[in-house]
């Protein structure tokens, strides 16, 4: 057999074609991942429901216990003016309630309410239903496919300890 060609830093060419294709799928992502979220953003505004809401609701949701009110805005990258404003709009709306703190007299709880418990299921489902959208548009194999690629994705950034468990 033939001695396999290297470059001058020692690898072979098939890194060379290798880091050309990361660098490539990197560019599809940046294009992707930003026209996702607003493909997303504008269905949900269609059905009268922001992103932020949502979010917000179903963090109260699924914790299932008070949440200090500047944690939750620290955990989804809310400024503490727009958290705020969301807890005052849903607040309004009878979905969470505010809650003074057992020991802290600076930190405010938020609960949810049985209605706010209520809209998060019926909003999340919705907001599965329509991002789900997309991804109809490939056959189940690709979308396996995808979702086994994500899921190593995921691995990989947990292990980074950039997405949580």
């Known amino acids: 057999m033939g001695e396999e060609r290297t470059r001058a830093d020692g ?3 098939e890194a060379d074609r290798f880091d050309e294709l990361s660098v490539r799928l990197v560019e599809r992502f940046e294009i992707f991942g ?3 979220i607003k493909w997303l953003h504008s269905r949900m505004r269609d059905q009268g429901v922001s992103y932020a809401r949502m979010r917000l609701l179903g963090a109260l949701h699924w914790s299932r ?5 500047s944690d939750l805005g620290v955990k989804l990258g809310v400024t503490p003016r727009n958290i705020t404003k969301l807890v005052d709009a849903l607040e309004g709306e009878g979905l969470l309630r505010r809650v003074p703190h057992p020991t802290d007299r ?3 709880l938020l609960e949810v309410t049985a209605e706010g418990e209520r809209t998060a299921r019926e909003e999340w489902a919705e907001h599965q ?4 959208a997309l991804f109809r548009a490939l056959p189940e194999s690709d979308c396996r496919a995808l979702m086994r690629i994500v899921d190593q994705l995921n691995a990989e950034l947990r292990r980074s300890g950039m997405v949580g468990g």
């Open 11 to 13: 690898q072979a060419p």
């Open 34 to 36: 930003p026209g996702y």
């Open 65 to 69: 216990d008070p949440v200090i009110m």
């Open 106 to 108: 600076r930190a405010t």
């Open 129 to 132: 239903r329509q991002a789900s």
